[in-house]
Every structure is written in structure tokens, then in C-alpha cells.
């Protein structure tokens, strides 16, 4: 699967949530600890993550439902790419992901084979759902907090992407957002150079 999206600096948290409340449907919030590895393989550096996930109510939203909070543990890999036009950055990433009872066993291999850890990430999630899109709401520690707007395709042929992108856009509009907050930097690299 084709992961498609985009995300921009929120500059009011409390403004952005009504929005999206009034015309999304809530979805849930998780507590996300993304911990990167990195090895370079045949001359290409190789990058998979492990996310230790948890769901939670968010506070700011007093009618959501009461989550039971649930743990997870997600394998990553991407194969990452920024696609511009010149006016418009959007991320179309090849991503492949698995569950895991358990990070331990993975994180061992991962030493054992040369894989070092590169990078920390924690994250708070808060979810919607609109039209076929997923927005999150993600404060990020160290960077602050931005609106991801994604859609998971089959394909990532260029008819497609510009199809999703100028989707995407009219949401992000609705959502208040000028297309100057878009970040064009992935969370990684705003992260390394802090």
C-alpha cells in the first residue's frame, strides 16, 4: 500500500479541533514511541522503525467515547519519497507494516545485525475520519503540532497522487490551513536538526 499525505503546522490547536469536529467523525487517540534503525545496505542506507503504541481519551474532547486503553507494537519499512510540482510537496511512501507480540525479539535482531538506533520520535494522536481521508491531529515533542492528512492507495501512479493531492488540499482548506503551513521536511529530519 501507498501511503499518500500531507501534513501542516497548526497554529491553533483549540480552533483546529472544533473544525474538525464539526465535519469529521472522531476516530480515536493514541500515545505513540517510534523508535528508528538505520544500516546502510549494498550502498543504501535502510531505515524500519518500531512503534510502541497506546490508545487513550483525549482530554480535550469531553463527549468522546472511553477508550480502553489498548497496546501495540508495529514493524515499519518505507521506502520514502517527496513528490513537488513546484507549488506542492506531498509524501508518497511505500509502507509495510506488521504487528509484533512483542519488541524485544526485534530490537535484538536488529543489533545483532548491524542496525543501529538512530533516532527517538514520541507522538500523541488524535483521529478523524472524512471522505475516504485520515486526519490526525499529532503533537510532536521538540516540534509541536501539525494536521497529517493521508489516504492509503493501491496505487501511486502520478494520476492518482495529483488526484489525492488536490483532495487532500480542499481538506486541508476546509480545515482552515493555508497551504504555507505545509511542511515538506519528514518528522526525521526536523528532529536531527534540533
Known amino acids: 500500500m501507498y501511503e499518500i499525505e500531507i501534513k501542516a503546522h497548526v497554529l491553533n490547536r483549540t480552533e483546529l479541533i472544533k473544525t474538525l469536529q464539526s465535519f469529521a467523525d ?3 487517540a493514541v500515545e505513540r514511541f517510534d523508535t528508528y534503525y538505520g544500516k546502510e545496505i549494498h550502498g543504501k542506507k535502510v531505515q ?3 512503534r510502541k503504541q497506546s490508545s487513550f481519551t483525549p482530554s480535550e474532547l469531553p463527549d468522546a467515547p472511553q477508550t480502553e486503553q489498548q497496546n501495540q507494537v508495529i514493524f515499519t519499512y518505507k521506502r ?12 508518497v511512501n511505500d509502507e509495510q507494516e506488521c504487528l509484533l507480540t512483542d519488541a524485544v525479539p526485534f530490537e535484538t535482531f536488529l ?9 527517538t520520535k514520541h507522538k500523541t494522536v488524535i483521529d478523524w475520519h472524512y471522505n475516504g481521508v485520515t486526519l490526525e491531529l499529532c503533537t510532536i515533542e521538540k516540534l509541536g503540532d501539525f494536521l497529517e492528512l493521508e489516504i492509503m492507495s493501491e496505487t501511486n501512479d502520478e494520476k492518482q497522487v495529483q ?3 488536490e483532495k487532500l488540499l480542499k481538506i486541508l482548506n476546509r480545515c482552515g490551513i493555508s497551504e504555507d503551513q505545509i511542511e515538506k521536511r519528514y518528522y526525521s529530519e526536523m528532529l536531527n536538526s534540533l
Open 48 to 50: 524500519v522503525r518500531i
Open 80 to 91: 520514502k519519497e517527496v513528490r513537488t510540482d513546484g507549488k506542492h510537496s506531498l509524501e
Open 111 to 119: 543489533a545483532d545485525t548491524g542496525f543501529e538506533q538512530i533516532l
Open 26 to 28: 472522531y476516530a480515536g
Open 163 to 165: 488526484q489525492t493531492n
